[in-house]
Structure formats: C-alpha cells, structure tokens
C-alpha cells in the first residue's frame, strides 16, 4: 500500500474514534494566556500522536464567575465538571476577591474537596538551558491532598481553624489511616516506575500522633512493594537536604502543607516556579494545575511562562492514557515534554528565565517540536 494510502488509513481511524472530553478553566490574571497555551500545544501533541481531537468544555471561575453570577465558584462549573473525567485549571486570584469571598476556600481547592481529589503528584526536574539552583534534581513530591493541617479540607462541614477571642486562634490537624493508606499506595506505585525509592516526610518527634500515624501508616503499605527502598526524614531536615542534595530523592510522600512548602522549593530549585507542574486526582478523575499563582502584575502583556500549565496538561494525558490503555494520549504527552525540553536546549525561554520569547512564541516553539522524533 502506498504511504499516502496508509496515510489516509491513518487519519481516518483517528477521526472515527470518539472524542475525548476534557474541561478548560481559564482562571484570572495570566490563567487565560497559559491555559490557552497549554490547549494549543495538547491539540498539536494528540494529532501528531495520531489520536482524535479533543473535544474542550469551557468552565468559569474566579472574577469572570463573580461578574457573572456573583460568587467565584458557580454550581453549573460544578456540574460541568461532574460529567467530565478530566479538566485543565488555570491559576486564580482569590486575595484580590471581593471581601465576601476572600476568607472562603479558594476555588480550587473547593473543586479538589468536592470531587476528592486526594493525591497531589508534584513533579520537579531540571531541563538543559535553564539555570537551576540544583542541576540534578529529578523528584516528585506526591502530597496527600485532602486532610492534614489544610483547615479549609479536613472537616465535613465548615473550617479547622477556630478563633475563640480576638487574642487566640487555633487549628487542628488531621491526620486518618484511611487518607494516609491511599496516598502512601500512590507513593509506592510511582516509585516503582521510577528509581524505586520512596521518603516518608514527617514531623513525629513533636507531633507524635498526628505525624508518627502517617509515618507508621506509610511503611505499613511500604511492605507491600518489597523492590522499593524506603526511609523518613523530619520534615526540616528534608528542607535542608533537598537545598544540599536534591539527587538524593527520588519520590518524597508527606502531608498536605508539608507537601505545599516541599514542592514549591523543589519547584524553585530546579529552575523557576514558571516550570513546575502537578496533577491532583483519584482513582477516576484527574485536574491539571500549575503550582504557581495567577501573577496579575503580568497578566495581559504576553509575558507569562506556560511551561507549568503545558507540562501539567502533559501530566493529566499521561494519566488518562495509562487509565484507560489508550496509546496515543500517553505519546501525546511524552511528545509535549519531549518538545519543551528541546525548546529549552534551543536557547528559547520566557522573560522569567532570562530569555526573550513572548508566551506566544514560546508556545509557537513548542507547538512546532510535538511534530518532531
């Protein structure tokens, strides 16, 4: 058969198969530029991998939903959302809220409360052509995404964080075998596909019940993956290793804050926050949002990083791919990574990491490279 024969073959049973629903929140100050840019480079991933196109279902958060319907987290986005497996979220704003709404939880996180999106998978490596504080480093910190010391998600119903006079404040921290058997399980599984080791970060020796249940939890599920080597450290001490010795790691499992802190500086010592990706998700659905914020000094000129947004929607095809056997969304997704690494190693990167691209043009640049092997 001549290969313009087999072509044809080829995009025909890509357009025969259904398309795949994913949802699309844009968020406020640079969520729109980055979301979009992270849609464009996935349409061009999946078509080269030859998959069928993706169907985008828009949702609304944040000042364009206050404006709208008057509160930042509507209940048709929530019902949007429900029949969907899979969405992209853009960053959101939520201190420049209007007063009402700057004390309640944030839009995301009430999307991962209520659809318990527990497990928060954090990647952190270092591409070549950009400057990191640790060159070598290569971890993921999967963080436990529903319970501890976030008040805003460890009660049924209403806040962990108490005021009983103007001159006293406390919160509680919750810590269940439960949460923490999932999240460990999460843990070890990702380690296997990896270098096979996992750190248990902790802060038992002051927090003995709390803390010393999660560890002990974590090495229990441990016993079940013989092939992976695991240990613990205080959570300050993994501070300051990660600054020493981040080759040392290789998947770092903690609880929420924790895991929020841990990330953040991972995400900043391999390069910039502005590349920094993560996936929250279940065993059935899965949400693609950068780690850092909505950056409204920038928003609007062009000059935002879309890396964070492009490599979490990287993330979020892989996961499906892998859940659902489908081939052509996990080549989708290494293409992605594959195209923003070459970037990198072209010289080309946003304002943010010393380079000249335009968000645009970096996206352009990206795009382009998904074509390439």
């Not at 497990?119 to 952190?124: E, F, Q």
Request: proline residues 5%.
């Amino acid at each position: 058969m001549s290969e313009a024969k087999n072509a044809g073959r080829h995009v025909s049973s890509a357009a025969a198969k259904a398309p795949r629903r994913l949802g699309l929140i844009e968020g406020d100050g640079i969520g729109p530029e980055v979301v979009r840019s992270a849609r464009v480079v996935v349409d061009e991933a999946v078509a080269a991998a030859g998959g069928a196109p993706i169907e985008w279902v828009p949702a609304v958060i944040g000042h364009r939903a206050i404006a709208d319907v008057g509160e930042p987290l509507p209940e048709r986005t929530i019902e949007v959302l429900a029949g969907l497996d899979a969405w992209l979220l853009g960053p959101h704003d939520n201190a420049s809220y209007p007063g009402e709404f700057r004390k309640s939880t944030p839009p995301g996180g009430a999307i991962r409360k209520r659809f318990d999106l527990y497990a928060n998978i954090r990647p952190a490596r270092a591409f070549p052509g950009v400057r990191a504080a640790a060159p070598g480093i290569d971890l993921v910190v999967v963080r436990e995404n529903s319970e501890g010391f976030y008040a805003d998600r460890n009660m049924f119903a209403g806040s962990g964080e108490f005021q009983p006079s103007a001159d006293m404040a406390m919160s509680i921290s919750v810590i269940t075998r439960g949460a923490t058997e999932r999240i460990a399980h999460e843990a070890m599984r990702l380690a296997a596909s990896r270098r096979k080791k996992v750190t248990i970060v902790h802060k038992a020796n002051v927090l003995p019940r709390t803390m010393g249940l999660f560890r002990d939890v974590c090495y229990e599920v441990a016993k079940a993956y013989p092939d992976v080597r695991v240990d613990d450290e205080h959570v300050d001490a993994a501070a300051a290793h990660l600054v020493r010795a981040s080759g040392d790691y290789d998947v770092v499992v903690t609880e929420n804050l924790f895991g929020d802190i841990l990330s953040d500086l991972a995400g900043q010592l391999s390069g910039s926050l502005g590349t920094a990706p993560s996936l929250n998700c279940s065993a059935n659905r899965a949400m693609a949002q950068a780690v850092h914020g909505a950056a409204p000094d920038i928003a609007g000129h062009n000059r935002a990083n879309p890396v964070a947004m492009q490599m979490s929607a990287a993330m979020l095809l892989r996961w499906l791919g892998i859940r659902d056997g489908d081939a052509t969304l996990t080549q989708a997704a290494e293409r992605i990574e594959a195209a923003v690494a070459a970037t990198f190693a072209a010289g080309i990167a946003t304002a943010d990491l010393g380079g000249a691209a335009s968000t645009a043009a970096f996206t352009e640049q990206v795009c382009a490279r998904t074509h390439r092997r």
